[in-house]
Protein backbone atom coordinates (compact mmCIF):
# COMPACT_ATOMS: atom_id res chain seq x y z
CA UNK A 1 0.00 0.00 0.00
CA UNK A 2 1.40 3.60 -0.71
CA UNK A 3 2.69 4.80 2.63
CA UNK A 4 1.68 8.50 1.64
CA UNK A 5 -2.44 6.94 1.46
CA UNK A 6 -1.52 6.04 4.96
CA UNK A 7 -0.52 9.21 6.29
CA UNK A 8 -3.20 11.21 4.63
CA UNK A 9 -6.16 8.83 5.62
CA UNK A 10 -5.19 6.41 8.22
CA UNK A 11 -4.48 9.42 11.21
CA UNK A 12 -7.08 8.99 14.33
CA UNK A 13 -9.26 11.58 13.39
CA UNK A 14 -10.29 10.07 10.08
CA UNK A 15 -10.25 6.89 11.39
CA UNK A 16 -12.68 8.27 13.78
CA UNK A 17 -14.97 10.32 11.74
CA UNK A 18 -15.07 7.84 8.90
CA UNK A 19 -16.63 5.18 11.67
CA UNK A 20 -19.11 7.78 12.67
CA UNK A 21 -20.46 7.89 9.11
CA UNK A 22 -20.94 4.12 9.00
CA UNK A 23 -22.54 4.56 12.57
CA UNK A 24 -24.76 7.51 11.60
CA UNK A 25 -25.62 5.73 8.05
CA UNK A 26 -26.97 2.58 10.05
CA UNK A 27 -29.07 4.46 12.65
CA UNK A 28 -30.52 6.46 9.64
CA UNK A 29 -31.26 3.86 7.02
CA UNK A 30 -32.43 1.88 10.62
CA UNK A 31 -35.17 4.76 11.13
CA UNK A 32 -38.97 4.81 9.58
CA UNK A 33 -39.82 5.93 6.34
CA UNK A 34 -41.64 8.90 8.18
CA UNK A 35 -38.63 9.56 9.68
CA UNK A 36 -36.20 10.11 7.02
CA UNK A 37 -37.89 12.84 5.28
CA UNK A 38 -38.12 14.50 8.34
CA UNK A 39 -35.95 17.84 8.36
CA UNK A 40 -34.74 16.89 12.36
CA UNK A 41 -33.15 13.97 11.01
CA UNK A 42 -32.53 14.42 7.34
CA UNK A 43 -30.27 17.36 8.49
CA UNK A 44 -28.19 16.29 11.00
CA UNK A 45 -27.36 12.96 8.60
CA UNK A 46 -26.45 15.79 5.62
CA UNK A 47 -24.39 17.59 7.85
CA UNK A 48 -22.12 14.05 9.02
CA UNK A 49 -22.22 13.27 5.55
CA UNK A 50 -20.64 16.27 4.33
CA UNK A 51 -18.41 16.49 7.13
CA UNK A 52 -16.63 13.39 7.03
CA UNK A 53 -16.31 13.99 3.07
CA UNK A 54 -14.62 17.47 3.32
CA UNK A 55 -12.19 16.24 6.00
CA UNK A 56 -11.42 13.17 3.49
CA UNK A 57 -11.51 15.67 0.80
CA UNK A 58 -8.93 17.87 2.68
CA UNK A 59 -6.81 14.61 3.31
CA UNK A 60 -7.30 13.97 -0.40
CA UNK A 61 -5.57 17.13 -1.41
CA UNK A 62 -2.39 16.29 0.79
CA UNK A 63 -1.99 13.07 -1.25
CA UNK A 64 -2.89 13.98 -4.71
CA UNK A 65 -1.00 17.09 -5.02
CA UNK A 66 -1.27 17.06 -8.76
CA UNK A 67 -4.97 17.77 -8.02
CA UNK A 68 -4.82 20.35 -5.24
CA UNK A 69 -2.34 22.55 -7.51
CA UNK A 70 -4.52 22.61 -10.34
CA UNK A 71 -7.85 23.53 -8.05
CA UNK A 72 -5.39 25.88 -7.14
CA UNK A 73 -4.39 27.14 -10.08
CA UNK A 74 -7.97 27.28 -11.70
CA UNK A 75 -9.07 29.70 -8.06
CA UNK A 76 -5.87 31.84 -9.24
CA UNK A 77 -3.60 30.47 -6.94
CA UNK A 78 -0.18 30.01 -8.85
CA UNK A 79 1.79 31.54 -5.45
CA UNK A 80 1.29 28.79 -2.46
CA UNK A 81 0.34 25.55 -4.92
CA UNK A 82 0.31 23.35 -1.28
CA UNK A 83 -2.27 25.12 0.55
CA UNK A 84 -5.66 23.27 0.77
CA UNK A 85 -7.37 26.12 2.24
CA UNK A 86 -9.91 26.36 -0.33
CA UNK A 87 -10.89 23.17 1.19
CA UNK A 88 -11.28 24.39 4.74
CA UNK A 89 -12.99 27.82 3.24
CA UNK A 90 -15.87 26.23 0.90
CA UNK A 91 -16.39 23.23 2.66
CA UNK A 92 -16.36 24.13 6.98
CA UNK A 93 -16.24 28.06 6.72
CA UNK A 94 -19.52 28.18 4.10
CA UNK A 95 -21.56 25.00 3.59
CA UNK A 96 -21.04 23.91 7.12
CA UNK A 97 -21.53 26.99 8.75
CA UNK A 98 -24.93 27.61 6.36
CA UNK A 99 -26.32 24.04 7.60
CA UNK A 100 -25.98 24.43 10.83
CA UNK A 101 -27.76 27.70 10.82
CA UNK A 102 -30.19 25.82 9.44
CA UNK A 103 -29.97 22.92 12.08
CA UNK A 104 -30.48 26.25 14.74
CA UNK A 105 -33.52 27.79 12.63
CA UNK A 106 -35.15 23.94 13.27
CA UNK A 107 -34.76 24.51 16.61
CA UNK A 108 -36.05 27.77 17.26
CA UNK A 109 -39.16 28.73 18.18
CA UNK A 110 -41.61 29.89 15.32
CA UNK A 111 -40.77 33.90 15.75
CA UNK A 112 -37.26 33.56 15.72
CA UNK A 113 -37.01 31.59 12.77
CA UNK A 114 -36.95 34.68 10.52
CA UNK A 115 -33.84 36.20 11.95
CA UNK A 116 -32.19 33.23 10.85
CA UNK A 117 -33.73 33.57 7.35
CA UNK A 118 -32.70 36.78 6.99
CA UNK A 119 -28.62 35.75 8.97
CA UNK A 120 -28.53 33.02 5.44
CA UNK A 121 -29.06 35.61 3.44
CA UNK A 122 -26.56 38.38 4.37
CA UNK A 123 -24.22 35.05 4.99
CA UNK A 124 -24.66 34.20 1.69
CA UNK A 125 -24.55 37.74 0.22
CA UNK A 126 -21.52 39.35 1.81
CA UNK A 127 -19.22 35.72 1.26
CA UNK A 128 -20.27 35.90 -2.00
CA UNK A 129 -19.31 39.76 -2.85
CA UNK A 130 -16.61 39.59 -0.47
CA UNK A 131 -14.97 36.58 -2.89
CA UNK A 132 -16.07 37.93 -5.94
CA UNK A 133 -14.24 41.26 -5.38
CA UNK A 134 -11.03 39.52 -4.43
CA UNK A 135 -11.10 41.00 -0.70
CA UNK A 136 -11.39 37.22 0.43
CA UNK A 137 -10.42 35.05 -2.08
CA UNK A 138 -10.79 31.66 -1.91
CA UNK A 139 -7.60 30.07 -1.30
CA UNK A 140 -6.27 32.30 1.26
CA UNK A 141 -7.18 33.08 4.89
CA UNK A 142 -10.61 34.60 5.24
CA UNK A 143 -11.22 36.34 8.88
CA UNK A 144 -14.06 38.42 7.84
CA UNK A 145 -16.54 35.70 6.38
CA UNK A 146 -15.34 33.28 9.29
CA UNK A 147 -15.59 36.02 12.25
CA UNK A 148 -19.13 36.64 10.21
CA UNK A 149 -20.25 32.72 10.44
CA UNK A 150 -18.81 32.04 14.22
CA UNK A 151 -21.10 35.47 15.13
CA UNK A 152 -23.89 34.32 13.11
CA UNK A 153 -23.68 31.01 14.42
CA UNK A 154 -22.95 32.46 18.44
CA UNK A 155 -26.11 34.79 17.71
CA UNK A 156 -28.83 31.69 16.55
CA UNK A 157 -27.26 30.17 19.82
CA UNK A 158 -28.01 33.10 21.51
CA UNK A 159 -31.75 32.80 20.10
CA UNK A 160 -31.81 30.07 20.96
CA UNK A 161 -31.02 29.97 24.64
CA UNK A 162 -32.87 33.15 25.04
CA UNK A 163 -36.04 30.77 23.96
CA UNK A 164 -34.94 28.54 26.16
CA UNK A 165 -35.31 30.70 29.21
CA UNK A 166 -38.13 32.74 28.13
CA UNK A 167 -40.15 30.17 26.14
CA UNK A 168 -43.12 28.29 27.89
CA UNK A 169 -42.66 24.97 26.00
CA UNK A 170 -38.78 25.23 27.10
CA UNK A 171 -39.65 26.02 30.43
CA UNK A 172 -41.55 22.73 31.01
CA UNK A 173 -38.87 20.45 30.08
CA UNK A 174 -35.67 19.39 31.49
CA UNK A 175 -32.79 21.34 29.26
CA UNK A 176 -29.95 18.50 29.81
CA UNK A 177 -31.92 16.54 28.80
CA UNK A 178 -32.52 18.09 24.93
CA UNK A 179 -30.36 16.69 22.45
CA UNK A 180 -30.68 20.46 20.74
CA UNK A 181 -29.12 21.61 24.43
CA UNK A 182 -25.92 19.65 24.11
CA UNK A 183 -25.93 20.68 20.21
CA UNK A 184 -26.08 24.21 20.41
CA UNK A 185 -23.83 24.03 23.24
CA UNK A 186 -20.68 22.66 21.45
CA UNK A 187 -21.68 24.50 18.50
CA UNK A 188 -21.25 27.55 20.49
CA UNK A 189 -17.99 25.83 21.65
CA UNK A 190 -16.54 25.17 18.67
CA UNK A 191 -17.37 28.03 16.73
CA UNK A 192 -15.78 30.60 19.29
CA UNK A 193 -12.70 28.09 19.67
CA UNK A 194 -12.26 27.60 15.88
CA UNK A 195 -12.44 31.18 14.91
CA UNK A 196 -9.61 32.10 17.01
CA UNK A 197 -7.55 29.13 15.84
CA UNK A 198 -8.39 30.45 12.34
CA UNK A 199 -7.56 33.47 12.93
CA UNK A 200 -3.88 32.56 14.28
CA UNK A 201 -3.67 29.80 12.28
CA UNK A 202 -1.49 30.79 9.96
CA UNK A 203 0.44 33.11 12.53
CA UNK A 204 1.08 30.84 14.50
CA UNK A 205 2.54 28.42 12.21
CA UNK A 206 5.06 30.96 11.82
CA UNK A 207 6.16 31.06 15.27
CA UNK A 208 5.38 28.31 16.86
CA UNK A 209 4.13 25.53 15.17
CA UNK A 210 3.42 23.39 18.39
CA UNK A 211 1.10 25.75 19.66
CA UNK A 212 -0.26 26.17 16.15
CA UNK A 213 -0.58 22.12 15.91
CA UNK A 214 -2.18 22.13 20.02
CA UNK A 215 -4.36 24.62 19.11
CA UNK A 216 -5.85 23.49 15.42
CA UNK A 217 -6.46 20.12 17.72
CA UNK A 218 -9.02 21.93 19.60
CA UNK A 219 -10.98 21.81 16.23
CA UNK A 220 -10.82 18.82 15.73
CA UNK A 221 -11.71 17.02 19.67
CA UNK A 222 -14.79 19.35 19.50
CA UNK A 223 -15.31 18.52 15.48
CA UNK A 224 -15.73 14.66 16.87
CA UNK A 225 -17.83 15.95 19.70
CA UNK A 226 -20.29 18.04 17.08
CA UNK A 227 -20.14 14.72 15.12
CA UNK A 228 -20.95 12.44 17.78
CA UNK A 229 -24.10 14.76 18.74
CA UNK A 230 -25.43 14.72 15.14
CA UNK A 231 -25.35 10.70 15.68
CA UNK A 232 -27.00 11.13 18.90
CA UNK A 233 -29.68 13.55 16.95
CA UNK A 234 -30.51 10.60 14.79
CA UNK A 235 -30.06 7.70 16.85
CA UNK A 236 -32.64 9.88 19.73
CA UNK A 237 -36.13 8.10 18.38
CA UNK A 238 -33.81 5.24 19.64
CA UNK A 239 -33.41 6.55 23.07
CA UNK A 240 -36.41 8.42 24.42
CA UNK A 241 -35.07 7.78 27.81
CA UNK A 242 -32.27 9.32 27.97
CA UNK A 243 -33.17 12.55 25.56
CA UNK A 244 -36.89 14.16 25.80
CA UNK A 245 -38.56 15.19 22.71
CA UNK A 246 -37.89 18.75 21.37
CA UNK A 247 -40.39 21.30 22.27
CA UNK A 248 -40.62 22.72 18.87
CA UNK A 249 -40.21 19.26 16.63
CA UNK A 250 -43.27 18.30 15.23
CA UNK A 251 -44.14 14.48 16.08
CA UNK A 252 -44.51 11.64 13.26
CA UNK B 1 10.10 38.86 26.63
CA UNK B 2 9.94 39.36 22.42
CA UNK B 3 6.71 40.23 20.61
CA UNK B 4 6.20 37.50 19.00
CA UNK B 5 5.53 36.02 22.37
CA UNK B 6 3.80 38.22 23.55
CA UNK B 7 1.44 37.37 21.08
CA UNK B 8 1.20 33.76 21.45
CA UNK B 9 0.53 34.84 25.10
CA UNK B 10 -2.02 36.90 23.98
CA UNK B 11 -3.72 33.59 21.73
CA UNK B 12 -3.19 31.50 24.61
CA UNK B 13 -5.12 33.84 26.89
CA UNK B 14 -8.28 34.78 24.41
CA UNK B 15 -8.46 30.83 24.41
CA UNK B 16 -8.72 30.45 27.20
CA UNK B 17 -11.31 33.86 28.49
CA UNK B 18 -13.75 32.80 25.61
CA UNK B 19 -13.62 29.45 26.85
CA UNK B 20 -14.33 30.13 30.43
CA UNK B 21 -16.93 32.81 29.22
CA UNK B 22 -18.91 30.17 26.94
CA UNK B 23 -19.12 27.83 29.68
CA UNK B 24 -19.85 30.34 32.15
CA UNK B 25 -22.41 31.32 29.84
CA UNK B 26 -24.11 27.93 29.22
CA UNK B 27 -23.91 27.45 33.26
CA UNK B 28 -25.65 30.37 33.52
CA UNK B 29 -28.27 29.92 31.21
CA UNK B 30 -28.53 26.30 32.81
CA UNK B 31 -29.27 28.41 36.33
CA UNK B 32 -31.84 30.88 34.86
CA UNK B 33 -33.63 27.92 33.10
CA UNK B 34 -34.01 26.48 36.75
CA UNK B 35 -35.06 29.81 38.38
CA UNK B 36 -37.48 30.64 35.87
CA UNK B 37 -38.65 26.81 36.07
CA UNK B 38 -39.48 27.05 40.04
CA UNK B 39 -41.30 30.56 39.12
CA UNK B 40 -43.20 29.33 36.34
CA UNK B 41 -44.59 26.49 38.56
CA UNK B 42 -45.26 28.60 40.94
CA UNK B 43 -47.46 31.03 39.01
CA UNK B 44 -49.56 27.50 37.46
CA UNK B 45 -50.04 26.67 40.73
CA UNK B 46 -50.93 29.96 41.93
CA UNK B 47 -53.41 30.34 38.64
CA UNK B 48 -54.56 26.78 39.29
CA UNK B 49 -55.87 27.70 42.82
CA UNK B 50 -57.07 31.16 41.80
CA UNK B 51 -59.08 28.47 39.05
CA UNK B 52 -60.43 26.42 42.00
CA UNK B 53 -61.48 29.36 44.04
CA UNK B 54 -63.10 31.14 41.91
CA UNK B 55 -65.34 27.55 40.24
CA UNK B 56 -65.92 27.10 43.99
CA UNK B 57 -67.14 31.05 44.67
CA UNK B 58 -69.18 30.16 41.57
CA UNK B 59 -70.40 26.86 42.76
CA UNK B 60 -71.40 28.11 46.34
CA UNK B 61 -73.22 31.38 44.87
CA UNK B 62 -75.14 28.56 42.54
CA UNK B 63 -76.02 27.03 45.09
CA UNK B 64 -77.00 29.96 47.46
CA UNK B 65 -79.49 31.22 44.95
CA UNK B 66 -81.14 27.80 44.56
CA UNK B 67 -81.32 27.50 48.44
CA UNK B 68 -83.61 31.36 47.88
CA UNK B 69 -85.46 30.15 45.13
CA UNK B 70 -86.46 26.42 47.15
CA UNK B 71 -87.25 28.34 50.32
CA UNK B 72 -89.18 30.85 48.17
CA UNK B 73 -91.33 28.23 46.66
CA UNK B 74 -91.41 26.37 49.79
CA UNK B 75 -93.15 29.73 50.97
CA UNK B 76 -94.84 30.61 48.39
CA UNK B 77 -95.87 27.55 46.38
CA UNK B 78 -95.70 23.99 48.62
CA UNK B 79 -96.93 26.01 51.84
CA UNK B 80 -99.58 26.86 50.02
CA UNK B 81 -100.83 23.57 48.54
CA UNK B 82 -100.31 22.11 51.85
CA UNK B 83 -102.50 24.60 53.72
CA UNK B 84 -105.05 24.31 50.83
CA UNK B 85 -105.00 20.54 51.20
CA UNK B 86 -105.64 20.48 54.64
CA UNK B 87 -108.41 22.46 54.21
CA UNK B 88 -109.82 19.59 51.60
CA UNK B 89 -109.02 17.19 54.00
CA UNK B 90 -110.32 18.46 56.85
CA UNK B 91 -113.98 18.49 54.73
CA UNK B 92 -116.59 16.60 55.29
CA UNK B 93 -117.66 16.10 51.92
CA UNK B 94 -116.18 13.36 49.65
CA UNK B 95 -115.24 15.32 46.38
CA UNK B 96 -112.98 17.63 48.45
CA UNK B 97 -111.52 14.93 50.38
CA UNK B 98 -110.57 13.82 46.55
CA UNK B 99 -109.47 17.20 45.93
CA UNK B 100 -107.45 17.44 48.39
CA UNK B 101 -105.22 13.72 47.46
CA UNK B 102 -105.02 15.86 43.83
CA UNK B 103 -103.15 18.58 45.73
CA UNK B 104 -101.33 16.28 47.99
CA UNK B 105 -100.46 14.21 44.86
CA UNK B 106 -99.10 18.07 43.28
CA UNK B 107 -97.01 19.06 46.36
CA UNK B 108 -95.25 15.75 45.68
CA UNK B 109 -94.71 16.30 42.41
CA UNK B 110 -93.42 19.72 43.40
CA UNK B 111 -91.32 18.56 46.43
CA UNK B 112 -89.62 16.48 43.30
CA UNK B 113 -88.94 19.13 41.01
CA UNK B 114 -87.62 21.41 43.77
CA UNK B 115 -85.42 18.59 45.15
CA UNK B 116 -83.80 18.67 41.61
CA UNK B 117 -82.75 21.65 41.96
CA UNK B 118 -81.02 20.80 45.25
CA UNK B 119 -77.82 19.77 43.98
CA UNK B 120 -75.85 20.96 40.90
CA UNK B 121 -76.77 18.14 38.65
CA UNK B 122 -79.21 19.87 36.92
CA UNK B 123 -75.57 22.02 35.60
CA UNK B 124 -75.15 18.80 33.47
CA UNK B 125 -78.31 17.83 32.15
CA UNK B 126 -78.80 21.53 30.48
CA UNK B 127 -77.19 23.25 27.44
CA UNK B 128 -75.50 26.73 27.41
CA UNK B 129 -78.76 27.09 24.67
CA UNK B 130 -81.38 25.35 27.22
CA UNK B 131 -80.13 27.86 30.24
CA UNK B 132 -80.45 30.69 28.47
CA UNK B 133 -83.65 29.74 27.07
CA UNK B 134 -84.94 29.08 30.29
CA UNK B 135 -83.56 32.48 32.14
CA UNK B 136 -85.19 34.64 29.12
CA UNK B 137 -88.43 32.80 29.52
CA UNK B 138 -88.36 33.73 32.83
CA UNK B 139 -88.05 37.34 32.30
CA UNK B 140 -90.69 37.49 29.67
CA UNK B 141 -93.12 36.02 32.33
CA UNK B 142 -92.33 38.14 35.20
CA UNK B 143 -93.36 41.00 31.92
CA UNK B 144 -90.33 43.17 32.87
CA UNK B 145 -89.05 43.04 29.17
CA UNK B 146 -89.38 41.49 25.34
CA UNK B 147 -86.14 38.49 24.93
CA UNK B 148 -85.22 37.03 21.69
CA UNK B 149 -82.84 34.55 21.18
CA UNK B 150 -81.08 33.43 18.56
CA UNK B 151 -78.57 30.66 17.53
CA UNK B 152 -76.63 29.90 14.51
CA UNK B 153 -74.54 27.15 16.13
CA UNK B 154 -74.72 24.67 18.82
CA UNK B 155 -71.90 24.89 21.83
CA UNK B 156 -72.36 21.18 22.23
CA UNK B 157 -70.96 19.79 25.70
CA UNK B 158 -69.09 21.68 27.25
CA UNK B 159 -66.89 21.39 30.52
CA UNK B 160 -68.36 21.06 33.66
CA UNK B 161 -66.18 24.24 35.07
CA UNK B 162 -66.49 26.33 31.60
CA UNK B 163 -70.35 25.77 31.57
CA UNK B 164 -70.69 26.40 35.74
CA UNK B 165 -68.45 30.01 34.80
CA UNK B 166 -71.04 30.89 31.71
CA UNK B 167 -73.96 30.18 33.39
CA UNK B 168 -72.77 32.11 36.45
CA UNK B 169 -72.06 35.06 34.04
CA UNK B 170 -74.86 35.17 31.78
CA UNK B 171 -77.15 35.33 35.04
CA UNK B 172 -75.19 37.85 36.25
CA UNK B 173 -75.14 39.80 33.05
CA UNK B 174 -79.33 39.43 32.78
CA UNK B 175 -79.42 40.52 36.61
CA UNK B 176 -77.65 43.50 35.76
CA UNK B 177 -79.46 44.33 33.09
CA UNK B 178 -83.10 44.16 35.02
CA UNK B 179 -81.73 45.58 38.25
CA UNK B 180 -79.81 48.81 36.56
CA UNK B 181 -80.87 49.18 32.73
CA UNK B 182 -84.75 48.94 32.61
CA UNK B 183 -84.59 47.34 29.05
CA UNK B 184 -87.22 47.08 27.09
CA UNK B 185 -85.88 44.44 25.33
CA UNK B 186 -83.06 42.04 26.09
CA UNK B 187 -81.25 39.99 22.74
CA UNK B 188 -79.10 36.96 22.64
CA UNK B 189 -76.99 35.70 20.25
CA UNK B 190 -74.79 32.87 19.57
CA UNK B 191 -72.17 32.43 16.50
CA UNK B 192 -68.90 31.49 15.61
CA UNK B 193 -66.56 33.59 13.51
CA UNK B 194 -63.78 31.51 12.91
CA UNK B 195 -62.38 28.88 15.63
CA UNK B 196 -63.68 31.82 18.42
CA UNK B 197 -67.30 31.09 19.58
CA UNK B 198 -69.15 34.33 20.70
CA UNK B 199 -72.25 34.93 23.15
CA UNK B 200 -74.15 38.18 22.65
CA UNK B 201 -76.21 40.15 25.04
CA UNK B 202 -77.76 43.33 24.37
CA UNK B 203 -79.88 45.29 26.20
CA UNK B 204 -81.72 48.57 25.39
CA UNK B 205 -81.54 49.91 28.31
CA UNK B 206 -79.91 52.81 30.44
CA UNK B 207 -76.63 51.77 29.79
CA UNK B 208 -73.59 53.37 31.73
CA UNK B 209 -70.28 55.30 31.45
CA UNK B 210 -67.80 52.31 30.94
CA UNK B 211 -64.71 54.53 31.72
CA UNK B 212 -65.84 55.03 35.35
CA UNK B 213 -65.38 51.88 37.79
CA UNK B 214 -68.36 50.49 38.96
CA UNK B 215 -68.42 50.17 42.91
CA UNK B 216 -69.04 46.58 42.94
CA UNK B 217 -66.41 46.10 40.66
CA UNK B 218 -68.99 43.70 38.96
CA UNK B 219 -67.39 44.20 35.19
CA UNK B 220 -63.84 42.93 36.75
CA UNK B 221 -65.45 40.21 38.28
CA UNK B 222 -66.72 39.33 34.83
CA UNK B 223 -63.91 39.63 33.00
CA UNK B 224 -62.33 37.90 35.86
CA UNK B 225 -64.08 34.89 35.46
CA UNK B 226 -64.21 34.42 31.62
CA UNK B 227 -60.37 34.29 31.93
CA UNK B 228 -60.26 31.69 34.50
CA UNK B 229 -61.60 29.19 31.88
CA UNK B 230 -59.71 31.05 29.03
CA UNK B 231 -62.16 32.93 27.65
CA UNK B 232 -63.09 36.75 27.23
CA UNK B 233 -65.30 39.45 27.76
CA UNK B 234 -65.88 42.77 25.91
CA UNK B 235 -68.03 45.29 26.97
CA UNK B 236 -69.62 48.46 24.81
CA UNK B 237 -71.87 50.71 26.64
CA UNK B 238 -72.45 54.52 26.84
CA UNK B 239 -75.39 56.22 29.00
CA UNK B 240 -78.70 56.15 27.36
CA UNK B 241 -77.40 53.58 24.41
CA UNK B 242 -78.01 50.36 26.06
CA UNK B 243 -75.10 47.92 26.35
CA UNK B 244 -73.44 44.99 24.03
CA UNK B 245 -71.31 42.52 25.84
CA UNK B 246 -69.66 39.80 23.90
CA UNK B 247 -68.65 36.43 25.92
CA UNK B 248 -65.81 35.00 23.91
CA UNK B 249 -65.37 31.15 24.88
CA UNK B 250 -62.16 29.43 25.02
CA UNK B 251 -61.49 27.35 21.72
Same mark, same amino acid.
Given at each position: MDRSIIEQFGSWYLIIIDSFLIIGSLIFFRLSKDRKTKIFYWLPYVILAFTVFYENLGAYTNYNLEFKKSVNALL??? *??????LWVFNICFQQITTILYLLLIRNWLEPSKKKFINWMLLIFVFISFALQITG? *???YLDQPIISAMGANMILIGSGLYFMGLITNQHYLETEPLRLISFWQMTFLLFTYSLTYISSVSYLYLYEFNPDLGQSISQIDMYMGIINIGILILIIASPLLPKVFLREPFYEPI | MNPSEDQIYVIIFSTLFLGGLMSTFVVAMVFIHRQRQAQNKQKLDQIKSEHEKTLLNIENEIQQDTLTHVGRELHDNIGQLLSLAKLYLGSSKPEKQQEGKETINQVISEVRALSK?????WVESLTIEEFIEQQLQKIESTGFCKTTFEHSIELGELPKDQKLVLIRVIQEILNNAMK?????EIKVKIWKDGATRTIQIKDNGK?????IESSGSGMYNLKKRMETIGGDVSITSSIGNGTLIHLLLPN
Open positions: GNT *ENPNYNI *EPL | NLNLDHASPEGFDTS
